[in-house]
Nanobody
Framework: QVQVVESGGGLVQPGGSLRLSCAASGIIFSGFRMGWYRQAPGKQRELVALITTGGSTNYADFVKGRFIISRDSAKKTADLQMNSLRPEDTAVYYC????????????WGPGTQVTVSS
């Protein structure tokens, strides 16, 4: 059974940092591109960062220079280090595992809340 589970969300002050982690099980991790998305109240879900099976990364403009995505194939995890957080980063953050060979194999976690507020 495939599971994708996020952890590490919480409340942080503006300018602070958080590290989100995504643990995947039941998949051959090396065949999956991993991504982090977020959805704020009243807004559509949007891409935050992607990391390919080869380790290449892609970031949304609004997080470039502040967030870093990484993956650990041995642990089957994909982390998102978030620095210099802003109130507008407040959202539910979702992890996505997308198979690069079969697009129908696409899995989402339940999400983790990140709130940036003083």
């Amino acid at each position: 059974q495939v599971q994708v589970v996020e952890s590490g969300g919480g409340l942080v002050q503006p300018g602070g940092s958080l590290r989100l982690s995504c643990a995947a099980s039941g998949i051959i991790f090396s065949g999956f591109r991993m991504g982090w998305y977020r959805q704020a109240p009243g807004k559509q879900r949007e891409l935050v960062a992607l990391i390919t099976t080869g380790g290449s990364t892609n970031y949304a403009d609004f997080v470039k220079g502040r967030f870093i995505i990484s993956r650990d194939s041995a642990k089957k995890t994909a982390d998102l280090q978030m620095n210099s957080l802003r109130p507008e980063d407040t959202a539910v953050y979702y992890c996505n595992a997308h198979n690069i060979f079969q697009a129908t194999l696409d899995y989402w976690g339940p999400g983790t809340q990140v709130t940036v507020s003083s």
